[in-house]
């Protein structure tokens, strides 16, 4: 079995056994990434797993600590968690519903080039990279309007120009790395517009 693992601890890691299609949804924040991986688990029955969830359900769970903390304060700052800590949460996940899962939307992940080549290594091969791409100005009105009740550290005008900064820095490479898998999909329009290109590209891959 192939193996991989962390380059700072030198810990080994087993690949994962999946058979079933693995889709990475990436896009800017406000891009719809969450909102079409609900239509697309209500349709195809994926199970969805958002690396901003993650990170944000093990803030809440625990105690004040310093670890927490400073997640927090990464997160206010619009800036990217140790790529080591997120892939351990999304492996966890995945072994947690290995057995069930008819396919997986790995969402916000990977945000750097080499998160997805870590993944790739460490845990499975990606079947389709679902990318969504909208304009700054759409990103913008939609994280700004979601802010006023949203409640999340970072949905403010301070850290959102940031979190698009960081977006905008690391797109490209991504798309230049996988461009025999990557579907950039425009999602300047309205969630049912966009759905219907989802499916087309989500069909080829149980049809
Ligand atoms: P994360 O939670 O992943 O946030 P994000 O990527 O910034 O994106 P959002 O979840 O805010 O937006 P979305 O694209 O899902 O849009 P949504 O459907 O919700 O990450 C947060 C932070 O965690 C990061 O900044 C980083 O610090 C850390 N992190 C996460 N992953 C990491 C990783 N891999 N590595 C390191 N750090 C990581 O929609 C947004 C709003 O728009 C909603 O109100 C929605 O109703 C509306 N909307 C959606 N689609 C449409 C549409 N088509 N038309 C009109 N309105 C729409």
Not at 72 to 91: E, F, K, N, P
Not at 108 to 113: A, D, F, K, L, S
Not at 140 to 160: F, M, P
Request: aromatic share 6%.
């Amino acid at each position: 079995m192939e193996k991989g693992g962390c380059k700072k601890c030198h810990k080994k890691t087993e690949k994962l056994k999946i058979n079933v299609p693995i889709i990475w949804v990436i896009g800017g924040p406000g891009s719809g990434k969450g909102t079409q991986c609900d239509k697309i688990v209500a349709k195809y029955g994926f199970h969805h797993i958002s690396s901003g969830d993650l990170i944000r359900a093990e803030v809440n769970k625990k105690e004040t600590t310093p670890g927490n903390t400073a997640l927090v304060s990464i997160m206010g700052a619009g800036q990217l968690v140790s790529t080591d800590y997120v892939i351990d949460l999304i492996r966890k996940e995945i072994n947690r519903t290995i057995s069930t899962a008819k396919g997986y939307l790995i969402d916000g992940y990977p945000r750097q080039r080499d998160q997805g080549i870590l993944f790739e290594k460490e845990i499975a091969s990606v079947s389709m990279i679902l990318f969504f791409d909208a304009s700054t100005e759409v990103l913008t009105q939609r994280i700004l309007a979601r802010g006023k009740n949203s409640g999340r550290v970072d949905d403010n005008e301070d850290t959102l120009k940031s979190r698009i900064a960081t977006y905008v820095n690391l797109k490209d490479d991504i798309i230049d790395e996988y461009r025999d898998k990557i579907k950039i999909i425009n999602a300047d329009g309205a969630p049912d517009q966009i759905f219907k290109e989802v499916q087309l590209y989500i069909d080829t891959l149980i049809i």
